[in-house]
T-cell receptor, first 115, second 113 residues
């Protein structure tokens, strides 16, 4: 069964504009951890942002912010003021005890920032 | 080293041969993961080591795949009798605790011809 779902395979955005990537997940637990990772063409996976489920405040890292809706099991990523270097695959990931605490990824969303 | 190191970075092998992929995690990291990524696809979980606990092998696609980890250090992923469908990038990641950031290596690109 798919635990983490990213429904948008590809998105494009103009430089300096904002794009939002969706992610939903499935768990019956109350405490778990959510992540967004970026994989540029270089193939190197980099952590973008991390959210602990027990924290109500949405995580923010510079131009990257999340909208964490616990009841809806939704964890979207907003990229503001998009830059050419943001062009990459973005993966939503999830750790929860029921899955043995292993890090499970969604299928990814390819983001293309256009000049 | 400063990061997760994987070797070789590229490997071309003939169908039917065995291959061994190596991962050197960041020192002190207790959790280690192996993932497979086919071209243009997401990350497919293979195996997960956490400290001295029994590894979670639930993602290994067949009994041709196996992995070992020596304590909290080096891990090797072995693929026996390689098939063309094994062609992919194999990524290794490690983290200090399971709930903290996982750091990834650059991956090994395996091509089976």
């Amino acid at each position: 069964a798919q635990t983490v779902t990213q429904s948008q395979p590809e998105m494009s955005v103009q430089e300096a504009e904002t794009v939002t990537l969706s992610c939903t997940y499935d768990t019956s637990e109350n405490n778990y951890y959510l992540f967004w990772y970026k994989q540029p063409p270089s193939r190197q996976m980099i952590l973008v942002i991390r959210q602990e489920a027990y924290k109500q405040q949405n995580a923010t890292e510079n131009r990257f912010s999340v909208n964490f809706q616990k009841a809806a099991k939704s964890f979207s990523l907003k990229i503001s003021d998009s830059q050419l270097g943001d062009t990459a695959m973005y993966f939503c990931a999830f750790i929860h005890k029921a899955a043995g605490n292993k890090l499970t990824f969604g299928g990814g969303t390819r983001v293309l920032v256009k000049p | 080293g400063a990061g997760v190191s994987q070797s070789p970075s590229n490997k071309v092998t003939e169908k039917g041969k065995d291959v061994e992929l190596r991962c050197d995690p960041i020192s002190g990291h207790t959790a280690l993961y192996w993932y497979r990524q086919r071209l243009g696809q997401g990350l497919e979980f293979l195996i997960y080591f956490q400290g001295n606990s029994a590894p979670d092998k639930s993602g290994l696609p067949s009994d041709r795949f196996s992995a070992e980890r020596t304590g909290e250090s080096v891990s090797t992923l072995t693929i026996q009798r390689t098939q063309q469908e094994d062609s992919a990038v194999y990524l290794c990641a490690s983290s200090f605790l399971v709930t903290t950031e996982a750091f990834f290596g650059q991956g090994t690109r395996l091509t089976v011809v």
